[in-house]
């Protein structure tokens, strides 16, 4: 292999180690959105009733693994927060609100507030802690 060769693999490597820091890292975090924050989701939207403090809403899909992960983390908080309640809808039965609202994976997470508006989104599987931490920007 010439020195050529060996300098590209290299930057090749560097390039896939630095890309995948940064997507492992933002990857379930729980953001604030600007484009959807005056997007509101009813219970038409839900199918269910909103929560009275707060809405955690998981789009999922039926062989997500991590899927699973997070609603069982979404549950847990749902019980441990007074007013909090949890909605997990399938994406595929979905797919007219999964465009209108621009969901790209699964799981992605939605935290309403009481009215129905987005104050947070996360796509991947989100920590505890930060859904309990997101859930302060919708209380």
Do not use: N, W, Y
């Amino acid at each position: 292999m010439t020195t050529t060769g060996l300098v590209v693999c290299a930057a090749v490597l560097v390039a896939a180690s630095v890309f995948g820091l940064l997507h492992r890292r933002a990857d379930g975090r729980l953001k604030v959105r600007g484009d959807d924050g005056e997007r509101r989701l009813d219970s038409g939207d839900l199918g269910a009733e909103l929560g009275a403090r707060a809405t955690l809403v998981q789009f999922s899909s039926a062989f997500c693994q991590p899927c699973r992960a997070t609603r069982r983390t979404l549950t847990e908080v749902a019980e441990l927060v007074d007013g909090v309640s949890h909605v997990e809808l399938d994406a595929e039965q979905r797919l007219e609100l999964v465009r209108e609202l621009g969901i790209m994976k699964t799981p992605t997470v939605l935290v309403l507030d009481a009215t129905g508006r987005i104050v947070r989104r996360a796509a991947g599987q989100p920590r505890k802690v930060d859904v309990i931490a997101a859930l302060g920007a919708a209380v």
